[in-house]
Structures are given as C-alpha cells and as structure tokens.
C-alpha cells in the first residue's frame, strides 16, 4: 500500500481540512479576528495546521512542492522583508534609500544615552532600510502565516472533494453573514455591534469597517457561483455540459438556494453601504459575464439570474433605497468626509526617497505623518493607504510593487486562462468562483486595506490554494466519470478520448516530489515554522495586554499601584523588547 494510503494519512489530511475551514470561516465572527486576543488563536491555528502537515510528511515519507506565480511573489516579499532588517553600510543606505539615512541622522542621537562612567557609543555606521524594525518584522510574522496556509492548502488539502466541500461551507458561511448584518443593520440598536457592544464608526456584520466585509463575503459569493454553475449534465463520451431548459432549475434545488443566496449576499453588499466595495463586486460581475463565460453558460443561466434579480429587488422594495441613496450619492461630491486622495498624494511624495526598497514593509504609519501638514489632523494616525499598491509602493519601493503586480497576474490572468482551459471539466465553475472573488478582492484593494484584515487573508489565501490547484494540477482536470448505470458505453461507437496526463495543455506544472531524509527535514521545519509563528503572534497579544493595562493604569499614586504598573510594564519589556522601546 502507498504511504499517502494509509489511514493514518487520511485522517490527517482531513485533520489538516477542518483547521483550513476554521481559519477560513469561523475567524471572521469576533470582528474578522482584528484583535489581538483572537489574533493569537489564529496564530495558534496556524501552528495547528502546520503540525498536522508535518506529521503527515513523517509517515507518508513525502511532500508535493508546486512553484507557482503565487508562491514566487509571497515569498519574494518575506525576502524583501528579511532584506529590510539586515544592516547595511550607511553609504549603500544613502544611495537605495535616502530618505532612511536622513531619518536615522535627525532622528538618532550622535552618541548613545550612558550612565555615568560608562564609554559613549557613537552612532552605529550600519542601520537597516527598515524606518521600523518591530514593524517590519510583525509584517513578516504575519506574511509567514498566510504563506503556510496557502502551501498547505495548495500542495495538501486541496482535492477535489475537498473543493465541493469548500463551496458549501462558502455559501453557507456567506449566507449566515448576510442574513446576520442585514438583520443587526435593521433590528439592533445604533451604534452597537452584535446588538449589545458599544462601537463608534461605519462597522457592519461581525467587521468593524463596513468595507472589509465586502472584501469576504465576494470570496463567499465566488464559491456561492461555483455552486450554481457546477450543476451540469453529461453526454455519452463523458463530456460534461450545462442542461438547458427554461424550468430546470425545479430539478436542481442546489442551483436554486445557490441562486437565492447570491441575491442575499449581494442585497448585503447593498446595504454595507460601502462604496468601493460595490464598485469592486460590480466589475467582478461584468469581467466574469463578459471576459469569461461562454456564450452556452449565458444561455441557460437566465433563470438562476432572474432569481438572483428577484431576490435581490425583493429585499431593495422591503427595506427601502432611502440610506443607499443618500450613501452613494456622495460619490459625486468633492467634499467627502473620507476623501483618501490627499492620504495618497501625502503617500505618494514620500515615495521618491525609498524608491528601490521601500521604508520597510508595515511602516506606513511611521512614514506617512512626514508628508502631512502640521494643521491638518495631528493625531489622526493611519495604520494604512486605503490602496494597497500605493501602500506597497512606500513600504517596498519598486520591489514589492512588481511583487504585487505578480501576486495579481497570477489571480487574473493565469486564473483566467485557466478557466478557458477547463471550463468544460468538472473544475470550471469553481475555477470561475474562486476567480470572481479574488478579482473583486483585487479590485477593492485600490481604495480599502481588506486584504491586511486576518479573516479576508486567510480565506483569500484558502481561495487562491485551491484555485490554483484545481487549474495547474492534473488530477483536477479529469472529466466527469461515466455514468455507466444509463449509459451503455458498449453499445455505440466512441470516439477515442485522450487521457489528461496525454494532453499537452494538462500537463502538471513543475512540482518537486521530496522524500526520505529530505522529506523528514522539511517536515520538521515546517512544524517549528509554524510553532515559531503560532508562538511569536501569542507572545506579541501577551506584550499588548500587559503593555495596555500599564499604560491605562496612569500615574498611580498608591505606592501598590505603583508597584502593579511596574510589574505589568516590565512584563511586557520582558515578552517583546524592541518592540517596547517603540511603545
């Protein structure tokens, strides 16, 4: 028996499933896991997943390793990363990046701080790229963990019955988010989140930004799509094909709640009120409708439409256009209370002076005050460019843009092409889905920052795994098997059908096979990258809690508080050092 038989083996696998389904959809429901104590489980699930991978290795003696344009461009920037911490030469500094020398000569001292009798030590002649090295490095952390999750699913979970699985549990999830911000929006008191926590700002659903949950429930939407395409017919040769006929969606009941809960999701998106988001969800809609889908797909999919335009007109008449109109309207206006234009231009003229490298990667917040005007909002801190490619364009110079233009090359066009390739098999509609939310995520990030949120990561990251799996692995882009019970193959001539793995266009991409030794060493490194991972996210939650509850306590008086706000501070200086300096 082959090792990846075993029983052991897949009972791991489906393990390895379960904790990709939890990072995916449950992560999302305490506010997309933005806070640091839900951030740390997650980090934890990560660790999870990743041991659960590396005992798989251990006993089946093998790993699959695919390249791909995905992998090339995160692991380009956890390089760019890495590259940002090292110390270099002051004089190199001077000629990549500017701007951080001038930083580091007015912002650091020409000696270091001593006691007295101690030696003065003169300004180091080496400084990182990085303006921020704890940011730089969290930046990293972070990227790491998506960058397992995404190698996970790619070369591991991701087969072909776990690709259904992942569409239902899609829909379902984006069903349950619609069906709870719709009814919190109409039934909760204002101001309050999950009807009784007190909340200031544009939340809605479980997110905090009304625009970060267009970014997940399109990724939902995508595998809602699969789910109503995905019910087909075959013919004799097993070729599959899409069922005509005006009244066959009474037959298919999988189409029609598919059907139903788009026009859900999308009377959602309505209501979030966010206006990128619906921009970004409409292009997703005409790039697939007209960029993708085949004039056969558009025929008989009428009737789906027409319930997807019923359910969502429904919803529009029951409870009012009076706030999208007021919302979108704004569009028009130059006055916008949320105007990101000057954030850009302020952005963008800071770029001159770290254009190769960038100032390190999650230092916006450090640089962009620079380029602000002393009276224009002077404790507002923006953690983000509300654009990403502007946002990688300061924090990573020309690197990291080309790494971004890699990243979405490979979601849009290499998708796409492979939908073309295989729109006829079984993995086309899910291929299209998985394309339809990625592009809308895509589309959003040039006005939102979703993409940083954990939840939108982690299941753009579930989504791109198995998107590229079912478009470049061979045992994805088999034909729909035969059904033998009403079919007698042997009574008609058949044309001869030529096998997948004969097929010069479906052909498996490059992908290296890694056993025996060399199989147990990556196994042991990808379970300490992940316990490393898990362990420096908790740590960092640790640091804040302790850091916060210090920092809330004041200037105590009582010389036992004093004592309590010591104690908690030197807890947290003992969990991150460098990162307590900066605080």
């Not at 704890?134 to 996970?152: D, K, P, V």
Request: aromatic fraction near 10%; include cysteine; charged fraction near 15%.
């Amino acid at each position: 028996m082959e090792h990846h038989r075993l029983p052991v083996a897949r009972n791991l696998r489906a393990a390895g499933e379960v904790v990709v389904f939890v990072l995916a959809f449950l992560t999302v429901w305490p506010f997309g896991s933005t806070n640091l104590y839900w951030k740390s489980y997650a980090g934890v699930g990560v660790a999870l997943l990743c041991l659960i991978w590396a005992a798989n290795g251990l006993i089946t003696r093998q790993f699959r390793i695919h390249f791909d344009a995905i992998t090339l461009a995160l692991g380009g920037m956890l390089i760019l990363s890495a590259f940002q911490l090292i110390p270099l030469p002051i004089g190199l500094v001077r000629i990549v990046s500017p701007s951080a020398v001038r930083l580091h000569e007015r912002l650091q001292p020409t000696v270091t701080e001593q006691f007295s009798g101690e030696a003065a030590v003169p300004r180091p002649t080496a400084i990182p790229l990085s303006v921020d090295v704890e940011s730089t490095r969290n930046f990293a952390i972070r990227l790491t963990a998506i960058i397992l999750i995404y190698a996970a699913v790619r070369n591991w979970v991701a087969t072909r019955e776990s690709l259904k699985r992942m569409a239902w549990a899609g829909m379902i999830v984006g069903v349950l988010l619609s069906l709870f911000a719709i009814g919190q929006l109409f039934s909760g008191p204002p101001g309050t989140i999950y009807w009784s926590i007190p909340l200031n700002g544009s939340f809605f659903g479980p997110f905090i930004n009304r625009n970060h949950y267009v970014d997940y429930v399109a990724l939902c939407m995508g595998w809602t799509l699969a789910l109503l395409l995905v019910q087909k017919n075959q013919d004799r040769t097993g070729t599959t094909h899409y069922a005509p006929g005006p009244l066959d969606f009474l037959t298919k009941p999988v189409a029609l709640a598919a059907g139903i809960s788009l026009g859900l999701m999308s009377l959602s998106v309505l209501f979030s009120l966010s206006r990128g988001g619906l921009i970004a969800v409409f292009l997703a809609s005409l790039a697939v409708w007209f960029g993708l889908l085949n004039s056969t797909i558009r025929r008989v999919n009428r009737m789906y439409i027409l319930i997807f335009l019923v359910v969502l007109g429904g919803g529009l008449l029951y409870f009012g256009i009076g706030p999208l109109e007021d919302r979108f309207l704004t569009i028009r206006s130059s006055s916008m209370a949320d105007d990101r234009l000057p954030l850009w231009r302020g952005a963008l003229s800071q770029v001159p002076g770290f254009y190769l490298f960038g100032s390190g990667n999650g230092t916006f917040t450090r640089v962009e005050p620079l380029a602000r005007p002393q009276t224009d909002q002077p404790y507002v801190e923006y953690t983000n460019a509300h654009n990403e490619y502007v946002e990688a364009l300061l924090e990573g110079g020309i690197v990291r843009l080309l790494l971004i233009g890699i990243l979405v090359f490979a979601l849009v066009f290499q998708l796409g092409r492979a939908y073309r390739r295989r729109a006829e098999r079984i993995v086309g509609p899910y291929l299209l889905g998985c394309w339809f939310g990625l592009f809308a995520v895509a589309a959003h990030a040039v006005t939102d920052f979703g993409i940083h949120i954990p939840a939108v990561a982690m299941l753009a990251a579930v989504t791109a795994g198995y998107a590229m799996a079912a478009g470049q692995d061979a045992e994805f882009g088999l034909h729909r098997k035969r059904n033998r019970k009403k079919v007698d193959m042997d009574s008609f001539p058949t044309p001869a059908i030529p096998s997948v793995a004969d097929s010069p266009q479906e052909k498996e991409k490059p992908v290296i096979f890694v056993g025996g030794l060399f199989a147990i060493a990556l196994a042991l490194l990808i379970a300490a990258t992940g316990l490393a991972v898990g362990l420096d996210i908790r740590n960092y939650a640790r640091f804040y809690e302790y850091w916060l509850a210090g920092k809330r306590m004041g200037r105590p008086v009582d010389p036992a508080l004093i004592e309590r706000k010591i104690a908690l501070l030197n807890a947290a200086v003992a969990l991150r050092p460098q990162e307590s300096n900066g605080q």
